[in-house]
């Protein structure tokens, strides 16, 4: 099928945040500005800096120091800031956040309403007990009160784990035993349509500490004896001054599977805000008083992306608290007057099987972004037309970058499905096996990169990324883990990862996670985990191979055991779509599963 091809009109080119920046600086050609941005990243990321006006209480002394190596590079050398304080520098008047609960009309807040609100929580945490450096965890869906809090504790100085509310029990204590957080913000339920999906339960089942949890329901809710109510916790006083510190400072301990199973605990740091900020500027094109909605969590980078992204650049957050595939939730968007919509692969499919989002009006919407899983080209032309013909920003990134290393603009022709730039002050390079330059092959990238992690909570950074990785014209490679092929046109597209690690329902998750689930059910002996990526592109499909141990249980009902265990200890968006039962499971001279075998090979099975 010939791909659909969208080109900016000459007007929207003029008007884009690139377009300007690239006039600024002499250019009149993209390609030349992102070369321009990797072969003299201080001077790019020193006008980033100055571009989305990064508020410092003392100065660099230089953007950028690699004299302790590219691995362990200094951003903003010598400088304090608090990055909360750049969230905070539109007009006390705009709105800051734009939320709607299910069955409830639109609510706004304005910056000085959340700036209030952000001080009344951070003198709740002090009245607490709390100092700086101490850690609290959100285990909340992305609502007002859970942004507000998340800015609060990184105001205080009070690192924030985030863990996402679809977890189960045993999911959650794994993150909080490996974060040590002193307090949890929680919520009692989360209601969809007419259910009440327990939220503080499943804190309370994972041990967690101490709890402040915001009541969003009237049925009865039974507190352990150290936990309070949000209301009780919120303090009167809405003054509260800034904690300054070091850019190295840690703001957010976010999570992503580890392939040896634990997920690793990655944490961000002041200057990894400066990356969501800078991609949301130069490739989703977010301007001043925007409106900018991605269904998403604070768990998730995607979470935190959002709130700094926009508030940064001075737009406004769109929160809906229903699901994003209901019909509602298009409403939400036509009705907060959306300019950017951020999606996962996996709601657009749903969209385009229901056509429930073809009576709204999007206008709106300048542009879409579209992150977590690999996009069907048909599906995302469907989407573009839902907005009368924008095009899509393909994202693909990492926790560990606090961005995109791949992407696209609203400059240059957008063709669903593919990326069409690296992202802007960063640059990687496909390696074939044999470590030679290729069009396709497992990516590298070259730091340094503003964003990217240089430590890691649980595990030893460098061995993670960067040990035994190849040399590349004289420079350090640092391993990321995703394959991609650069097409004829220079454009790339994604091709799965290299090593166990999966995306699925947006999630990365380790292959070894769910093995190591379903190896406890009686008629498994071993099992492999892997994900299939349809053939004309979209989510991937959870396939699972088992070697048997003798049971009377039927293939049937082996499925539903499987399914079922994967959603009641892992997560409930890991769907599983195959469970094979197989002689033995293929492996290296090492004895390590050959999990790239058994996907080569699914098709053929099948």
Not at 186 to 210: C, H, M, S, W, Y
Request: hydrophobic residues 40%; proline residues 4%; positive net charge.
């Amino acid at each position: 099928m010939s791909q659909t091809i969208w080109k900016p009109s000459k007007e929207l080119i003029e008007s884009s945040n690139i377009y300007k920046i690239m006039l600024l600086y002499g250019f009149d050609n993209y390609q030349d500005f992102w070369k321009w941005s990797v072969t003299n990243k201080t001077a790019f990321w020193e006008a980033t800096v100055q571009t989305l006006e990064i508020k410092l209480a003392t100065n660099y002394t230089s953007i950028l120091d690699v004299s302790k190596g590219v691995e362990n590079a200094q951003w903003l050398k010598n400088s304090t800031l608090n990055i909360v304080d750049s969230c905070f520098q539109n007009e006390e008047d705009a709105t800051a956040i734009i939320f709607q609960k299910e069955g409830e009309p639109l609510q706004k807040v304005t910056q000085k309403e959340l700036l209030k609100l952000v001080n009344k929580i951070a003198n709740g945490l002090i009245s607490l007990g709390l100092k700086t450096g101490d850690k609290i965890a959100i285990n909340m869906p992305m609502t007002l009160e859970a942004v507000a809090i998340y800015l609060a504790a990184i105001k205080a100085g009070m690192p924030v784990v985030t863990i996402a509310d679809s977890f189960t029990p045993n999911e959650i204590e794994t993150r909080l035993k490996i974060a040590s957080p002193k307090v949890i913000f929680t919520q009692d339920v989360l209601k969809r349509g007419e259910k009440k999906l327990p939220i503080f339960q499943k804190v309370v089942a994972a041990n967690a500490p101490k709890a402040i949890v915001v009541k969003t329901s009237e049925e009865n809710l039974v507190l352990r004896k150290d936990d309070v109510l949000w209301n009780a916790f919120l303090s009167a006083n809405t003054a509260f001054k800034t904690v300054v510190q070091k850019p190295k400072d840690i703001i957010t301990i976010l999570f992503s599977s580890g392939t040896t199973g634990a997920p690793k605990a990655i944490p961000w740091t002041h200057t990894t805000p400066i990356k969501c900020a800078s991609d949301g500027f130069y490739h989703q094109n977010i301007h001043k008083n925007d409106v900018v909605c991605w269904s998403t969590n604070l768990g998730w980078m995607m979470g935190p992306w959002l709130v700094f992204s926009s508030l940064i650049n001075k737009a406004t957050i769109a929160l809906y608290y229903g699901t994003p595939i209901e019909s509602n939730f298009g409403k939400f968007v036509q009705d907060a007057k959306v300019t950017m919509l951020g999606v996962i692969p996996s709601f657009v499919k749903y969209w385009k099987a229901s056509k429930n989002m073809e009576q709204f009006n999007w206008n709106t919407i300048q542009c879409y972004s579209s992150t977590g899983e690999v996009s069907n080209p048909i599906e995302m032309n469907y989407l573009m037309q839902l907005a009368n013909n924008k095009p899509v920003i393909e994202y693909c990134g990492g926790t560990e970058i606090g961005g995109a290393y791949v992407t696209s603009t609203v400059v240059q022709p957008n063709i669903a499905g593919t990326f069409s730039t690296q992202a802007l002050g960063g640059e990687f390079i496909l390696l074939d096996e044999t470590n030679n330059k290729a069009k396709k092959g497992e990516l590298f990238l070259i730091p340094p990169i503003m964003g990217l992690s240089t430590t890691l909570l649980n595990s030893n950074h460098y061995n993670v990324y960067y040990k035994n990785t190849p040399i590349y014209k004289g420079k350090l490679l640092r391993r990321h883990g995703d394959q991609l092929e650069q097409l004829e046109n220079g454009y790339y597209k994604m091709q799965g990862r290299v090593d166990d690690a999966m995306n699925l329902g947006g999630i990365k998750v380790s292959s070894i996670q769910i093995e190591a689930v379903l190896n406890k059910l009686e008629f498994i002996k071993e099992s492999a985990a892997i994900a299939i990526t349809p053939s004309n592109g979209g989510p991937s499909k959870l396939v699972a191979y088992y070697v048997e141990n003798s049971s009377k249980i039927n293939t049937e009902e082996r499925f539903k055991l499987a399914k079922k265990s994967i959603k009641n200890q892992l997560n409930p968006l890991f769907k599983l779509t195959d469970l094979i039962k197989i002689a033995s499971l293929p492996r290296t001279a090492s004895n390590k599963v050959m999990r790239k075998k058994l996907r080569d090979g699914f098709f053929n099975e099948k």
